[in-house]
């Protein structure tokens, strides 16, 4: 847990329910979480957080998550942080889309969380990992 802690995970997501599931079951793996409540709030949290790995909610007000996940990866600084696409939709057109759009990886919800869990491992390898392949 504790080579979690410096570990910055947003969560972008306009459910407050699934917004909190997710915080919660993250901060108990260690992660710092920060939130986001539409694509255009993704964007800007982003920039100012500079987090480490992103779960990006497709379906968001004012701008969806594909849109979001576009203006990210234009930001040099932004452009090799891992972003989850999370949806309830679970065909190749959407997994498609989210690839194109920039996304590392896809997830339907509801999210299994052992899955998540593995992924983060695949996506934030640790401190130690970093420098040795640095």
Do not use: W
Not at 30 to 59: C, F, K, W
């Amino acid at each position: 847990m504790s080579d979690n802690r410096q570990r910055i995970v947003m969560v972008v997501e306009d459910f407050e329910d699934n917004r909190f599931m997710m915080r919660r079951l993250l901060e108990m793996s260690g992660y710092r979480v920060v939130e986001a409540v539409n694509g255009e709030q993704a964007v800007e949290v982003a920039t100012r957080e500079r987090p480490h790995l992103i779960l990006m909610d497709l379906s968001l007000p004012l701008l969806d998550g594909l849109a979001a996940t576009r203006r990210i990866r234009q930001h040099e600084a932004l452009r090799r942080i891992p972003i989850i696409a999370v949806s309830a939709h679970d065909t190749s057109d959407f997994h498609a889309d989210a690839l194109a759009a920039g996304c590392n990886d896809y997830v339907t919800k509801p999210i299994d969380f052992e899955q998540l869990e593995q992924l983060l491992r695949r996506l934030l390898p640790l401190e130690s990992e970093d420098k040795t392949t640095a």
